[in-house]
């Protein structure tokens, strides 16, 4: 941690710390190499072999986009590198934001980061499913939908064999996805050709076009933050987490972004806009047409999404198991199986993530499910807000620019890292457009009476273990107001 971040936390650590080696504790299974896969391959999914098509009607500028989402998201990745220093706990933006803000604060992070992790997994699934088709042809409804739900619940399987399991899987499938995008990324650029590329700006202003394709891109980089939602099964979490996370984001930017630039300046710009597969198109540029980049392309996508869908599936558990044990979930959720693995979370997630998927496939909620997929950018923001506005709050109140000039240098680095991340979330929180903030807060919001339940089940278990009236019983003392 930087000097001006180093020092004693404060009873929020301590209290922090006392709590997770009171309460149930997963098992450390992660080591280094599979914390920062984890964190890899939940960044990139499926979605990367279809970005360069979906920015490519704003034009070249595109890419600098890309640029600009590749450098703040690795900023963000720094902060909760730094808070997870500070509180190596799983739960990651949860604990950071309900020991700076309170328990509804928490709370709330809580339960949108959970919504994030399942109806991922839902949207994520179904353009995998799309993928398989191209290797193996899914005729009608049946199959896909056997298809899609099955995949949901191998990842489950997966992931209550052991998180030392869950870990192998996402370095295997991170190291085989990685090697067709870096092909594509690195050899491609010696082949680009200057008149690919295009307008800088097919409509509008550089500065309008800039937003819109930085809007389109946010999805892209959910999941920088992996590595500290299953914090306490990372071994060594107050280094490694930190590696892990900026490793991690650092090398999904950094192919996210050569990758783009080789398969602009491969596959002609107007053929670009139109592409359904634009590194299959790449690939076909660069071996003089391949008959089958197509099918070569479909099968990274499937071990991407493969790796991806078990990575999410874990975190899904870890978020419900961390507000648990503070009594904001209910206490089904710390329950164990032999192996450590919080089940109850895992199972519920896969439900809820089948669910959702089911209603995709039968056209009974179709709109409910698109509105909750283009949702799962703004749950996000919620916790990285959250996150980045922990870290610059106790940045300005327990740490000052005292002492000698460089940590005055450092504590205004930190300052500055953090309060891009604050704004860099808000700007994906205006890109996800007004409906779905319009329909995410209402989300959010529907998570208060649950909020309530527990904390009036607490408030009762408390007055029970004191033999004394709950509050706001007739003849009980007013509770004091926190």
């Not at 180093?6 to 450390?28: C, I, S, T, W, Y």
């Not at 190596?88 to 809580?110: C, E, I, K, S």
């Not at 610059?392 to 940590?407: F, I, K, M, N, V």
Request: charged content about 10%; some cysteine.
């Amino acid at each position: 941690m930087p000097d001006s971040a180093a020092g004693g936390a404060g009873d929020a650590v301590a209290a922090a710390d006392a709590a997770a080696e009171a309460g149930p504790r997963p098992r450390r299974g992660l080591g280094l190499l599979a914390a920062t896969a984890l964190v890899m391959g939940n960044v990139i999914g499926v979605g990367v072999f279809q970005l360069p098509a979906a920015i490519a009607g704003y034009g070249t500028v595109g890419i600098v986009a890309f640029v600009v989402v590749g450098v703040c998201s690795v900023l963000l990745a720094l902060v909760f590198g730094w808070l997870a220093q500070r509180l190596p706990h799983t739960g990651g933006p949860y604990v950071y934001a309900r020991h700076a803000f309170g328990d509804l604060a928490g709370f709330l992070t809580a339960w949108s980061y959970w919504i994030t992790a399942w109806a991922s997994n839902a949207a994520l699934v179904v353009a995998w499913a799309g993928y398989v088709n191209v290797l193996v042809p899914l005729h009608g409804r049946g199959p896909s939908l056997l298809v899609t739900v099955g995949a949901l619940w191998l990842a489950v399987l997966a992931n209550l064999a052991g998180v030392r399991g869950a870990g192998l899987i996402a370095v295997v499938t991170t190291v085989l996805k990685f090697v067709p995008l870096v092909l594509v990324a690195v050899v491609g650029l010696f082949f680009v050709k200057g008149e690919n590329f295009g307008p800088f700006v097919t409509h509008g202003n550089p500065i309008g076009s800039l937003s819109a394709a930085g809007a389109v891109l946010m999805f892209s980089f959910l999941g920088v933050e992996s590595a500290t939602v299953a914090a306490e099964e990372v071994r060594d979490a107050r280094r490694n987490v930190l590696r892990a996370t900026v490793a991690g984001t650092v090398a999904a930017a950094v192919v996210y972004v050569l990758g783009t630039i080789a398969v602009f300046g491969l596959v002609p710009h107007d053929r670009l806009q139109r592409s359904t597969a634009p590194y299959a198109d790449a690939v076909g540029a660069l071996v003089g047409g391949w008959s089958h980049a197509g099918e070569a392309m479909a099968v990274a996508a499937v071990v991407s999404g493969a790796g991806t869908l078990v990575g999410w599936t874990l975190i899904s558990a870890r978020m419900p198991f961390a507000a648990a044990r503070d009594a904001l979930f209910p206490g089904i959720f710390l329950r164990q199986n032999g192996r450590g693995v919080p089940w109850i979370g895992l199972v519920t997630s896969g439900l809820l993530a089948s669910l959702i998927t089911v209603a995709n496939y039968t056209g009974g909620l179709q709109s409910a499910f698109t509105a909750l997929a283009l949702l799962t950018t703004f749950t996000a923001c919620v916790p990285y807000v959250f996150s980045a506005a922990a870290q610059l709050l106790w940045l300005l109140t327990e740490h000052g620019p005292a002492g000698r000039a460089e940590a005055g240098v450092r504590f205004a680095r930190d300052v500055a890292v953090s309060a891009v991340a604050v704004g860099f979330t808000i700007w994906l929180c205006a890109g996800a457009g007004y409906a779905a903030v319009y329909q995410g807060v209402l989300l959010v919001l529907a998570a208060i009476p649950v909020y309530v339940l527990m904390r009036w089940r607490t408030a009762r278990a408390a007055a029970a273990a004191s033999g004394a009236a709950a509050p706001g019983a007739p003849g009980a003392p007013d509770a004091p107001i926190r």
